[in-house]
């Protein structure tokens, strides 16, 4: 993968540059705030080699350490929507989870600065969000799910299709969450074909339905 990360402590920033690039990756960019993310996208995007496959992002730096970071990602989805983006937080910051996944579907996660710690699932996450996929740590959907705004979009799923969902928003494969549940691959497939249909996901080549299911959920 070709990756640009955004990071304002230098020793957070070079350690994650180590580990991905320890397993063949190319760090192509690291930066320290928000415009400086903003630039070298813009600079990649117009290089022969192109946009960088993701961009990790620190949601807080500088100058106000408030929300700099989530709000480059933000602007350079809208500029770019293509570009996978995972960001990383030391708190769940529902606000910021939910206007970064507003936008396309495509290759976006938000992931607590602790899951850094276990390299294997940080790597994977960082692979996931790349392809395309989603990659939402188990606290955020944790407590996007439990919001009551979003109870009525909620209210005809089981608990156990609730639990498969959130499951789905962590980027669980059908395989791994059979394996979490102690239940069988059809099962989950069934599950996961009830959700479809009480969230209205019609079957669509162009839309990832995966996605949208758990998109539908938080933008409702």
Do not use: W
Request: proline share 3%; hydrophobic share 45%; net charge negative.
């Amino acid at each position: 993968m070709r990756v640009v990360i955004a990071e304002d402590s230098v020793l957070l920033r070079e350690g994650l540059t180590r580990l991905l690039t320890d397993r063949g990756h190319v760090v192509v960019a690291g930066v320290g705030d928000g415009e400086g993310l903003i630039e070298v996208v813009r600079r990649l995007a117009g290089a022969p080699e192109g946009l960088p496959d993701v961009v990790v992002a620190d949601v807080r730096m500088p100058p106000s350490h408030t929300d700099e970071g989530l709000r480059a990602c933000v602007g350079l989805r809208k500029e770019f929507p293509r570009l996978s983006v995972l960001v990383l937080s030391q708190y769940v910051e529902e606000q910021y989870a939910t206007e970064l996944l507003a936008g396309s579907g495509h290759g976006v996660g938000y992931l607590l600065k602790d899951r850094v710690a276990d390299v294997r699932e940080f790597v994977d996450a960082v692979a996931r969000v790349a392809a395309g996929g989603t990659a939402l740590d188990p606290e955020v959907v944790a407590q996007l799910l439990g919001r009551s705004r979003r109870q009525d979009s909620l209210a005809g799923l089981t608990p156990r299709e609730r639990e498969v969902l959130g499951l789905m928003a962590e980027g669980r494969t059908n395989s791994a969450i059979a394996a979490q549940l102690v239940v069988s691959g059809g099962a989950v497939e069934k599950h996961i074909g009830n959700i479809f249909q009480k969230l209205g996901l019609a079957q669509s080549d162009a839309d990832h339905r995966r996605v949208l299911a758990v998109l539908r959920y938080l933008n409702s």
